[in-house]
């Protein structure tokens, strides 16, 4: 509800999103022209970040996470048994499709790639776990990025309280659709003869 926002954290927690990106390093300019806030504010904003070890301040002045983000992430990773069960399959189907294979979390308008299998080719759709994306089409967590596509089929986990989906991406001039399905296709089948352990 509008009365229960507190605008100083949703301002804070607006800065941390701009760092779930392949930049590593941000300049105060770079901070203020992806969130739209004056440098002043941002100033105040990241002194509290950097006090609790959201961000930190190199000697150049540039910003990166801090440690504090992981140290969470890391209490929070895919139980040992959700990943026993799925992340050998991931690897086979990387292994036999040479694409990125990646099992996505899904929560409210959000996915999430929990678990993650990229096959060695230079040419190929780069993610990792704990990325997160926007859902642009209700029902399917699919991320967009050019030139290539994600594929994603559903599957049921009964430890997980949030939708699972199994998924295949890669460009677009090598996976199609119809292919990458065959392969969810028997990586959900290899699944259901390995089931997880209650």
Avoid: N
């Avoid at 504010?41 to 950097?50: I, K, N, Q, V």
């Amino acid at each position: 509800m509008a009365q229960d926002r507190v605008e100083s954290v949703e301002r804070a927690l607006t800065i941390l999103d701009v760092f779930d990106s392949t930049q590593e390093y941000f300049t105060l300019a770079d901070l203020a022209s992806e969130t739209g806030y004056y440098k002043s504010t941002l100033l105040r904003l990241l002194s509290s970040l950097e006090r609790f070890d959201y961000v930190q301040r190199g000697q150049d002045g540039r910003y990166r996470l801090g440690h504090a983000p992981v140290r969470l992430a890391r209490r929070h990773m895919p139980s040992r048994q959700l990943e026993a069960w799925i992340q050998p399959v991931l690897e086979s189907l990387t292994q036999a499709s040479g694409e990125t294979a990646s099992l996505i979390e899904v929560t409210s308008q959000h996915a999430e790639c929990r678990l993650v299998a990229v096959p060695d080719s230079a040419l190929r759709h780069e993610l990792r776990p704990g990325q997160r994306w926007r859902i642009e089409t209700e029902g399917d967590p699919a991320q967009a990025f050019p030139g290539g596509i994600m594929h994603c089929r559903q599957l049921g986990h009964p430890r997980e309280s949030s939708p699972l989906w199994l998924a295949l991406s890669g460009p677009s001039s090598r996976l199609t659709p119809a292919l990458a399905d065959k392969y969810l296709t028997s990586a959900l089948a290899e699944l259901e003869r390995r089931p997880a352990e209650r």
